[in-house]
Structure formats: structure tokens, C-alpha cells
């Protein structure tokens, strides 16, 4: 179940060297998991970030339609009202998520809201023994009470699905 590297998701400091550590200092919200990659060829990074964010394991859509069914009372919008407005904006996504920005090493996604603002960064490092690690990082910030409550409902689903989809994006 993890890599064929033998090396599974575990968690680490969220990276300095990130687009989005301006945002770690007030943040509601900071944590990163890694994992390494099997072998040692180059990784292309929109790849795996396409596997690990449009593939999620069977029992995340489950969880999304809950959260959707959830959130929609409070105006919070749905993954569909996402996805369908960036859709017709031709916007550049990897599934509901926006991408903000693209490097060769970082993937960073996100989205600004009236209850929280979040950032996703995917991001490649090297190893000593010339392997490459993916970290996915998460930062969001709470808008009042609403983005609190909100936040503390997905806490323990949002470790579980992204150490899911790190597991997804190492595999061979």
C-alpha cells in the first residue's frame, strides 16, 4: 500500500523554502506531509500532482458529497459550484482545485473565501541519496466563527485524504 520505495507518508515541518511560507506565521492552519518517490529518474510534478488530486481514493468522493451536502446551508460553496465556475472561467485546475502557480518544483493551489483562504503547495525536494521527496503542504486562515467551525468539521478527514493522495502520487 504506500511506494514500492518502503518509505511511507509521514509528517514534516512545513518547507521554508515554499511560495507559500509568507502564510505559515498566522496561519489557523499548518501542516505538511512527505513522502518519497520510488526510484531516482526525474518526476514531473504536474503529473503527479494530477494522480494524487483527480484519482482520490473510492471513499473520498463519499466524503465530498457529505461535506457538500454540509457546507451548502452556510453558503459555503460546493466542490461541483467550484469546479463548474472554474470550468467556465478555462481556468487552470487540477480538479476543484485553482492553480495560483506552476514551477518545475512547486504546484501551489488555493482559493480565497469569505469564511477561510487556503493554499496547497506540492512541492519536490531532493534527498542525500538522490531520491526526491513530494511534500504537500496546507495552509489555511480563518475568517470568523464559521471558518473555525468549518476547519475543526474536516480536520481529522483532511489528514486522511492527504496522506492518501501522497500515497496515490508514489505510486509506480
Known amino acids: ?50 494522480r494524487s488530486l483527480r484519482n482520490p481514493a473510492p471513499w473520498f468522493g463519499l466524503a465530498m458529497r457529505l461535506r457538500d451536502a454540509a457546507v451548502r446551508p452556510f453558503g459555503v460553496r460546493t466542490s461541483r459550484q467550484i469546479r463548474d465556475h472554474l470550468r ?14 506552476r514551477s518545475e518544483r512547486e504546484i501551489v493551489l488555493g482559493k480565497d473565501d469569505r ?7 506540492l512541492m519536490l525536494t531532493a534527498r542525500p ?10 495552509i489555511v486562515r480563518c475568517h470568523g466563527l464559521l471558518g473555525r467551525g468549518y ?14 493522495a501522497l500515497r496515490q502520487a508514489s505510486r509506480d
Open 88 to 101: 467556465s472561467r478555462d481556468a487552470d485546475r487540477i480538479d476543484f482545485f485553482p492553480v495560483l502557480s
Open 115 to 121: 469564511h477561510l483562504d487556503f493554499r496547497l503547495s
Open 151 to 164: 476547519l475543526a468539521a474536516i480536520m481529522a478527514g483532511h489528514v486522511l485524504v492527504v496522506r492518501s
Open 129 to 138: 541519496d538522490g531520491r526526491k521527496d513530494l511534500t504537500a503542504t496546507t
Open 1 to 50: 500500500m504506500g511506494s514500492s520505495s518502503g518509505t511511507g507518508v509521514r509528517s514534516v515541518p512545513p518547507p521554508r523554502a515554499s511560495a507559500i511560507a509568507g502564510w505559515y506565521e498566522r496561519a489557523d492552519l499548518a501542516d505538511a506531509f512527505a513522502v518519497t518517490l520510488p526510484g531516482r529518474e526525474p518526476h514531473d510534478l504536474a503529473a503527479l500532482a494530477e
